[in-house]
C-alpha cells in the first residue's frame, strides 16, 4: 500500500466507519458512484420518528374506516405488514449505485427480518434457492429482483448479478472510490446522508420517461430534459440530515462551472425569500435556513429547534385529526351523497343558470358574456 493509500485510510475510514459498519461496507461495488444510508434506529428514536410512527398507524386506520377493511385481501395486507415492527427489525438502510453504463444497484439493510416474513408480504413468492452457500428469495416478477440473507443479520436486495458479486465479496478488503468515500465523511454521522461523484448518466430515465402516453406525454418528455440537463452540470454533491435533538440539514453541491453555481444561487435566493416571508408571518422556523456560494460549490444549512420541530408536528397530528372527524366515513359499496340541488330543471341546450343579486337567477347563452 502506498503512502498516498495510507493517508487517505487514516483520514476517511473513521468517518466511514461512522456512516455504516464495516460489513456493510465491505459488500458496496467498488465502483459506486453513489451511495445513501438511512440510520432507522436513531430515526425512530427521534420526535420525527415517532410522528412517522403515528402517522402510519393512522393511516390504517383510514384505511380501515374507509370501507377497505371489508375487502379480504386489504384485510390480509394490512395484518401482515402490522406483523412486522419496522422501527425495530430494520435497524439500518444503506444503498449503493453505479449510474453508468450498465447501470447496477444494491440495497444493503442490517435486519432481524426472516425469510419467512418477507414471503408472506406476497412480493417474493418463487421458489427458495441457496447462492453461494446464501439463502435467496425470488420473485415472479423479475423486477423486483431478489432478496439475499446472510448468516450476521444482513438482508440483500437487487437484481441476480449483482446480489451474487456483494456475496462474493464478502471475504475481501474492498474499498469505495476515494473520492466517493471523501464525500460520504463530512455527513457520516448523520442519521440520514446520502453522496455521489459524477459524471451522473441514466440512461433508463429517458425511456421511461419519455414513454409516456397521452396528455402526459409532453410534461414527461420535459421533465426528463430538465433533470438530464442538471445532472450533467453536477460533479458530486452530499447532503445530511440529523433528527434529533434539533433537526439540522446540511448540503454541498458542485458543479462544473462558476456561472452554473451562480444560478442555483440566485434560485435559492429567490426560494429563500419568498420561504423567510412566509415563516415570519407562521412563525415556521424557516428563517434557520442558510446557503453560500463558493466558487463552483453551493453550501446549505437549515436549522430547528427541537421545541419548534415539536410543536410543528403537534399541530399536523391536530390537523390530520381534525380532518378524519370531519370526514365522513364511507362504507364498501356506499355511494356518496350528491351535492344539494336547487330544485330548478337542467337548463335547456346552449345556455347555463347563472345566480344574480339584480336580477335572480338567469339562462345565458354560451356564446354571450
Given at each position: 500500500m502506498t503512502f498516498r493509500c495510507k493517508l487517505f485510510a487514516l483520514m476517511v475510514l473513521p468517518g466511514l466507519a461512522a456512516a455504516a459498519d464495516r460489513e456493510m461496507?465491505?459488500?458496496?461495488?467498488?465502483?459506486?458512484?453513489?451511495?445513501?444510508?438511512?440510520?432507522?434506529?436513531?430515526?425512530?428514536?427521534?420526535?420525527?420518528?415517532?410522528?412517522?410512527?403515528?402517522?402510519?398507524?393512522?393511516?390504517?386506520?383510514?384505511?380501515?374506516?374507509?370501507?377497505?377493511?371489508?375487502?379480504?385481501?386489504?384485510?390480509?395486507?394490512?395484518?401482515?405488514?402490522?406483523?412486522?415492527?419496522w422501527g425495530r427489525q430494520v435497524a439500518d438502510i444503506l444503498i449503493a449505485a453505479r449510474t453508468?453504463?450498465?447501470?447496477?444497484?444494491l440495497v444493503i439493510v442490517r435486519s432481524s427480518l426472516r425469510p419467512e416474513q418477507l414471503e408472506s408480504l406476497g412480493k417474493f413468492t418463487g421458489k427458495r434457492a441457496d447462492l453461494e452457500g446464501v439463502p435467496v428469495l425470488a420473485s415472479d416478477n423479475p423486477a423486483n429482483g431478489v432478496v439475499a440473507f446472510l448468516d450476521n443479520s444482513i438482508v440483500l436486495l437487487g437484481q441476480p448479478?449483482?446480489?451474487?458479486?456483494?456475496?462474493?465479496?464478502?471475504?475481501?478488503?474492498?474499498?469505495?472510490?476515494?473520492?466517493?468515500?471523501?464525500?460520504?465523511?463530512?455527513?457520516?454521522?448523520?442519521?440520514?446522508?446520502?453522496?455521489?461523484?459524477?459524471?451522473?448518466?441514466?440512461?433508463?430515465?429517458?425511456?421511461?420517461?419519455?414513454?409516456?402516453?397521452?396528455?402526459?406525454?409532453?410534461?414527461?418528455?420535459?421533465?426528463?430534459?430538465?433533470?438530464?440537463?442538471?445532472?450533467?452540470?453536477?460533479?458530486?454533491?452530499?447532503?445530511?440530515?440529523?433528527?434529533?435533538?434539533?433537526?439540522?440539514?446540511?448540503?454541498?453541491?458542485?458543479?462544473?462551472?462558476?456561472?452554473?453555481?451562480?444560478?442555483?444561487?440566485q434560485t435559492l435566493q429567490l426560494f429563500s425569500g419568498t420561504m423567510q416571508v412566509q415563516a415570519r408571518r407562521a412563525a415556521s422556523g424557516f428563517e434557520g435556513f442558510q446557503y453560500q456560494q463558493n466558487g463552483r460549490r453551493i453550501h446549505l444549512t437549515f436549522?430547528?429547534?427541537?421545541?419548534?420541530?415539536?410543536?410543528?408536528?403537534?399541530?399536523?397530528?391536530?390537523?390530520?385529526?381534525?380532518?378524519a372527524r370531519s370526514k365522513p366515513?364511507?362504507?364498501?359499496?356506499?355511494?356518496?351523497?350528491?351535492?344539494?340541488?336547487?330544485?330548478?330543471?337542467?337548463?335547456?341546450a346552449g345556455t347555463i343558470r347563472a345566480q344574480s343579486s339584480a336580477m335572480g337567477t338567469v339562462l345565458i347563452p354560451t356564446g354571450q358574456k
Open positions: 461496507l465491505k459488500l458496496v461495488m467498488p465502483d459506486a458512484n453513489f451511495m445513501m444510508e438511512l440510520n432507522v434506529s436513531k430515526i425512530m428514536a427521534s420526535p420525527v420518528g415517532a410522528a412517522m410512527e403515528d402517522a402510519f398507524q393512522q393511516g390504517i386506520a383510514a384505511q380501515l374506516k374507509g370501507g377497505l377493511a371489508d375487502k379480504p385481501e386489504v384485510r390480509e395486507q394490512i395484518a401482515l405488514l402490522k406483523q412486522i415492527d453508468g453504463q450498465p447501470p447496477s444497484a448479478a449483482d446480489v451474487k458479486a456483494a456475496i462474493e465479496r464478502r471475504s475481501k478488503e474492498t474499498a469505495l472510490p476515494e473520492a466517493l468515500a471523501a464525500r460520504v465523511t463530512p455527513y457520516g454521522d448523520y442519521d440520514f446522508w446520502l453522496a455521489g461523484k459524477g459524471p451522473f448518466r441514466i440512461p433508463q430515465m429517458d425511456a421511461r420517461m419519455g414513454s409516456a402516453a397521452g396528455a402526459n406525454a409532453a410534461k414527461a418528455q420535459a421533465m426528463a430534459g430538465q433533470v438530464s440537463q442538471f445532472l450533467a452540470k453536477l460533479t458530486g454533491f452530499n447532503a445530511g440530515v440529523r433528527f434529533s435533538p434539533d433537526l439540522d440539514v446540511a448540503a454541498d453541491i458542485d458543479v462544473r462551472t462558476e456561472k452554473d453555481a451562480a444560478a442555483i444561487a436549522h430547528l429547534p427541537e421545541a419548534q420541530l415539536r410543536a410543528g408536528l403537534q399541530q399536523i397530528r391536530a390537523a390530520q385529526a381534525q380532518a366515513a364511507v362504507s364498501a359499496g356506499q355511494v356518496p351523497a350528491a351535492a344539494p340541488s336547487s330544485g330548478l330543471p337542467p337548463p335547456p
